[in-house]
């Protein structure tokens, strides 16, 4: 059973800062997700990695595979990135499983 | 963009009492998933289905659980008999079948038992 670790747990920082989110995992994996949950408790995917990079605006998420390991990045931050960014993991084709969550406030 | 929708949005109930959690999954989908999260805690799987029976389900998905696509559009969550320890916030989520690891979420349908 994969376990997905993610750090640090909460984040505060201020507009403009180069953020980054951190998840590990235990087990190989076909693919990696971060997602991005809102204060209502909707989850939004922002990326799926089974390698390398992607970059969607402000967001880059990389993945190491050998490491098992990956990092979502924001460039110039914004107080409305401020949400829990989740990293899940597929076990399979199918099942995801969750890491706790980074609580990231960035403040004006 | 097509999306995932989820009803109720919030669902209030007595302990013992049956709830059904409704999702109408994106038309072209074909796997569909039931995951919760209860408060403070992290987002937890607890079933998987496609052509019409349960792929996978995980521990918590007991005989109180069960799944069903009644008329080829709706994805249903039903809980025979509501437990305290269901409240929780429940999200479906849809993949179709080209781009299989990427899940589509819903809003999320938010159960109190009380």
């Known amino acids: 059973k994969n376990e997905v670790e993610q750090s640090p747990q909460n984040l505060t920082a201020q507009e403009g800062e180069f953020i980054t989110i951190n998840c590990s995992y235990s087990?190989?994996?076909?693919?990696l997700h971060w997602l991005q949950q809102h204060p209502g408790g909707g989850i939004v995917s922002l990326f799926m990695l089974s390698s390398g990079k992607k970059k969607h605006g402000r967001l880059i998420a990389t993945i190491n595979i050998q490491e098992k390991h990956s990092s979502l990045h924001i460039t110039a931050s914004h107080p409305r990135d401020s949400a829990v960014y989740i990293c899940?993991?597929?076990?399979?084709?199918?099942?995801?499983?969750f890491g706790q969550g980074t609580r990231l406030t960035i403040n004006p | 963009e097509p999306e995932v929708t989820q009803t109720p949005s919030h669902q209030v109930t007595q302990m013992g009492q049956e709830v059904i959690l409704r999702c109408v999954p994106i038309?072209?989908?074909?796997?569909f998933y039931w995951y919760r999260q209860i408060l403070g805690q992290k987002v937890e799987f607890l079933v998987s289905f496609y052509n019409n029976e349960i792929s996978e389900k995980s521990e918590i998905f007991d005989d109180q659980f069960s799944v069903e696509r009644p008329d080829g559009s709706n994805f249903t969550l039903k809980i025979r008999s509501t437990k305290l320890e269901d409240s929780a916030m429940y999200f479906c989520?849809?993949?179709?079948?080209?781009?299989?690891?990427?899940?589509?979420f819903g809003p999320g349908t938010r159960l109190t038992v009380t």
């Open positions: 899940a993991v597929n076990e399979g084709a199918q099942k995801l499983v």
């Open positions: 989520a849809s993949t179709d079948r080209g781009r299989t690891y990427e899940q589509y």
């Open positions: 087990v190989g994996i076909s693919a």
């Open positions: 038309s072209n989908h074909l796997y």
